[in-house]
């Protein structure tokens, strides 16, 4: 397994000034915000949470020039936005999207990710995308609250599907909570959403209108999350969030790749 890759951020002046840095940017890793305009509208609308959900990495609105080992485009490879975590339990590098909605609301909320988990390690659980509710926003507008995610997109090295006798293995399953139980609770249904590839990217869309949730997995809706009631979690104000988040109890080094991501409203 290879090791986790500090990486290091050039600022624009030192590289103009010294002689000496002026080769390694061939090589170096760059900002996501400035590899084109494929990445603004996402980056526009979040934060960068990493290596834990307290610490804002970069804040909305400093997106352009930035970036760390956590969250990067790689000067090798597929130059695609990338984020790396690890090695311990519950790390993550995520956006968080910062504009809050309503599953209720009768315009569509949505978004599109195009995802490789380009390194697993040892991990047996890694989230990628996710519906959440904002725990904060509850409090100051004296809202419910639970501090839960609605959906998880994540891949389980091993998972039953509901409903199923025997486990799949090394899938993406979507797990969607099926009340607003704040504490200790099993209101969850899990559903395999396809099989895991090392090197093919897999296009995930969660949408949400009208209290009724779809999944759909490379433009195909998913027959158990297609128009699914959520009518219980109107109320909740609700965001997105995507990148890697390990819920593992080993030690791996996660790296998670989006050829695409995009939150549409």
């Known amino acids: 397994m290879k090791q986790f890759k500090k990486r290091i951020s050039l600022s624009v002046a030192v590289v103009a000034t010294s002689v000496f840095l002026l ?13 084109g305009t494929k990445y603004q509208s996402v980056l526009n609308d979040s934060k960068l949470q990493a290596p834990d959900s307290s610490t804002v990495a970069i804040a909305q609105g400093d997106f352009a020039g930035a970036y760390n080992e956590y969250f990067y485009i790689p000067s090798s490879g597929n130059k695609w936005l990338t984020f790396q975590i690890g090695p ?16 209720g609301d009768t315009s569509y909320n949505k978004m599109i990710g195009e995802v490789l988990l380009l390194e697993k390690g040892t991990a047996d659980e890694v989230t990628l995308m996710q519906i959440h509710d904002d725990a904060n926003a509850a409090v100051d507008e ?8 609605l959906v998880r ?12 006798s025997s486990k799949t293995y090394d899938s993406y399953f979507a797990i ?9 609770c099993s209101d969850y249904v899990k559903y395999k959403l396809a099989d895991y590839s ?8 969660i949408k949400v209108a009208s209290n009724k949730l779809t999944i759909k997995v ?21 965001y997105f969030k995507a990148g890697a988040y390990i819920q593992s109890d080993t030690s791996p080094d996660v790296e998670v790749q989006f050829s695409s991501l995009k939150y549409y409203d």
């Open 23 to 35: 080769p390694m940017q061939a090589i170096a890793d760059s900002a996501p915000y400035d590899y």
């Open 88 to 103: 311990d339990e519950k790390m993550r590098s995520e956006l968080r999207q910062m504009e809050n909605w309503y599953t």
């Open 142 to 149: 004296g809202e419910d609250k639970i501090n839960k995610p």
């Open 153 to 164: 997109i994540a891949w389980l090295e091993e998972q039953k599907e509901t409903g199923a």
């Open 176 to 184: 969607v909570k099926t009340g607003t139980c704040a504490s200790s």
């Open 198 to 205: 090392a090197t093919e990217a897999v296009k995930f869309e």
């Open 218 to 238: 490379n433009g195909v809706a998913h027959e158990e999350f297609n128009n699914f009631d959520v009518s219980y979690w109107d109320g909740l104000p609700s």
